[in-house]
């Protein structure tokens, strides 16, 4: 599989939750990713979902899925690595931490809202304005506050990019 691959399977991922990550024509989605995950952290978030997941768990389904050998101390350092960087999410069950895929919006963006980079602003204004046209029409599967959320976050990052 080839790392464009990977971000796109991850894309397609993080699409599937209540929020979304759409797909774009110009694959702004996929520079916004690779700003967010190194090539081994976008493989990791695969293997985990809205559910929180030991890091055995993940290991394994890592292994599985790739092929490749991950031992679960080195899955532990990432995950927690992944979490600092405000791209996962975690909690703590019986004194040990649970991983959990964070979503774009109500999640990674706003761990991260303080650190972008000038240049993904506008990659950002293009994936939430997609969100906010494509979400109008399913709010059956999004409450009215998310929705007006991220219209109005839409909205800020288009206001914030134009006075940069």
Avoid at 70 to 84: A, D, G, P
Avoid at 138 to 163: A, G, P
Wanted: aromatic fraction near 10%; glycine fraction near 4%.
């Amino acid at each position: 599989m080839t790392d464009n691959e990977i971000y796109r399977k991850l894309q397609q991922h993080l699409d599937k939750f209540p929020i979304g990550f759409p797909g774009t024509e110009s694959g702004v989605e996929i520079e916004i990713l690779e700003y967010f995950f190194s090539l081994e952290e976008a493989k990791a978030a695969l293997c985990l979902s809205l559910i929180t997941t030991p890091p055995e768990a993940a290991a394994r389904r890592y292994n599985k899925k790739f092929g490749e050998v991950i031992k679960i101390q080195e899955m532990e350092k990432l995950l927690e690595k992944m979490f600092m960087k405000g791209v996962i999410d975690r909690n703590e069950r019986g004194g040990k931490f649970r991983y959990r895929n964070a979503m774009l919006v109500i999640g990674m963006f706003e761990f991260n809202v303080d650190h972008l980079k000038r240049n993904l602003w506008k990659s950002f204004t293009v994936i939430l304005m997609k969100l906010s046209a494509r979400n109008s029409l399913s709010q059956l599967f999004l409450s009215s506050v998310q929705v007006r959320m991220i219209k109005l976050l839409s909205l800020n990052i288009l206001l914030i990019h134009m006075t940069i």
